[in-house]
């Protein structure tokens, strides 16, 4: 089955450093989103992408989709520790035959400390 | 108003016992879905209902069974509760499928002893 793999699983980081995550499909997808979870809280989602290439912005947040749609990358500029909690990757795969479903990343987590 | 809302919040029960979670959204959406959260913090799907229908059904056990009684609504209920159930489960729902934003509800952690 598909599957959807982030790296690092976690990052501690000094406030003011940069943070970039990745995200591995095993298979081509139609789309990826990206979903934020606070400690104790619930995912959050944060942005879609889907073109072949795609990177848009947010503020410090820059996103990206691979040129082949099976790979994204998270960086954030300058990190606030508001900026604490799990990032997930979502992606639904390209014509399974299936009903589509959105398969979520392993996730990194992020602590930043001052 | 909360968007997205599951009761209860907090469920500590016995192995073997009956439970329920229920999941309201009032944004008007027509699908919903429940998913796992263990303890490594893994997401995985296991049912989504567009407007009352079972869409997906992701290999969970038959002791897990969910009731969509109107398109606004989406409960779990779980019998013979097991160790390895112990998890936070999250409802969410998305405008008419998967490619859209999922909003999710608070969550709610159950912890079978």
């Known amino acids: 089955g598909q599957q959807v793999m982030q790296i690092p699983q976690y990052q501690h980081v000094q406030e003011g450093e940069d943070f970039t995550t990745y995200c591995n499909s095993s298979?081509?997808?139609?789309?990826i989103q990206w979903y934020k979870q606070r400690p104790g809280g619930h995912p959050v989602f944060l942005i879609q992408?889907?073109?072949?290439?795609e990177v848009k912005k947010q503020k410090r947040l820059t996103f990206q989709f691979g040129e082949a749609k099976k790979n994204s990358s998270l960086h954030i500029t300058a990190t606030q520790t508001t900026d604490v909690g799990t990032y997930f990757c979502?992606?639904?795969?390209?014509?399974?035959?299936?009903?589509?479903?959105?398969?979520f990343g392993t996730g990194t987590r992020l602590q930043v400390t001052l | 108003d909360t968007a997205v809302s599951q009761t209860p919040k907090y469920l500590v029960t016995q192995m073997g016992n009956d439970k329920s979670i229920k999941c309201e959204q009032n944004?008007?959406?027509?699908?919903m879905y429940w998913y796992k959260q263990d303890s490594k913090k893994f997401l995985k799907i296991m049912f989504s209902?567009?407007?009352?229908?079972?869409?997906i059904n992701e290999t969970v056990p038959n002791r897990f069974s969910p009731k969509s009684p109107d398109k606004a609504h989406l409960n779990l209920h779980i019998n013979s509760l097991e160790l390895g159930d112990s998890a936070v489960y999250f409802c969410?729902?998305?405008?008419?499928?998967?490619?859209?934003?999922?909003?999710f509800g608070p969550g709610t952690r159950l912890l079978v002893l």
């Open positions: 298979t081509t997808l139609s789309n």
């Open positions: 209902y567009n407007n009352k229908e079972l869409i």
């Open positions: 979502a992606g639904i795969c390209v014509n399974t035959g299936t009903a589509s479903k959105l398969t």
């Open positions: 969410a729902s998305s405008r008419k499928g998967p490619i859209e934003t999922q909003y």
């Open positions: 992408l889907v073109k072949s290439g």
């Open positions: 944004l008007g959406h027509d699908t």
